[in-house]
Structure formats: C-alpha cells, structure tokens
C-alpha cells in the first residue's frame, strides 16, 4: 500500500506542476516521498486512528488513485517509479540489488528526471 501513497504524491505533484507558475521562467519543484512499510489504513484519510494531517491535507486537495501495480521490494519498486516501466521488462523485479553489485539499471533507460530536464 507504500506505493498507493507514493503514486498518489508523485501525480498530485505532478498535476499541481501543470498550472501556470506565478513567474513563467520559474521550474516547478517536485517531491517524492517513498514510505517503507506504509499500510493502506495507516493514514488518516483512509479512516485510520493515526494522525496524518498533511497527508490528510494533500488528499483532500488531490486525486486519489486506489488502483496500481506495486512490488513487494525497494529495487524494483525505485525503477518502476524512475521509468513508469515495469521492472521485469528490464530485468529488476525479482530481488534487491545489494550495494557492493556492479549491475542495475540498464544506461539506456529514460527516467522520470531525464523526462523534467527537457521539459517534456
């Protein structure tokens, strides 16, 4: 349920970034928040006794989206987020790359930055 979250950021951001900035030669900024064992109900806006304010805040002024693909660990999890793919077709989706591997992404993939940096 992580992921619900996180696709509900990542596009609320993104829709927000679509209006007109007040100064035209201004960049919009985006954040993106990956939250590591987050439930479904443990946020506020989905009923639970946990306060969760500023989330609570951002969904109501949001789009919610309830219905996604997720991975069930962080390595394929970030690569599908970075390239809007999914992991398997690049062959990332079944294990957590370790930090002393000299393997991951493929260099060719197009990510999410690569997509703000031209302004697509």
Not at 52 to 78: H, I, W
């Amino acid at each position: 349920m992580k992921i619900c979250l996180l696709v509900f950021i990542l596009l609320y951001l993104i829709l927000e970034g679509c209006s007109p900035p007040v100064d035209a030669t201004q960049k919009p900024n985006f954040i993106i928040i990956v939250a590591d064992d987050l439930g479904y109900a443990d946020v506020g806006f989905h009923g639970s006794d946990i306060a969760t304010p500023n989330l609570d805040r951002l969904a109501s002024k949001g789009v919610q989206l309830e219905q996604f693909y997720a991975c069930p660990m962080c390595t394929p999890t970030r690569a599908g987020l970075m390239t809007g793919r999914y992991p398997i077709r690049f062959g990332l989706m079944r294990s957590v790359i370790p930090p002393q591997r000299d393997f991951g992404m493929p260099p060719g993939e197009f990510t999410i930055a690569e997509m703000l940096s031209f302004g697509l």
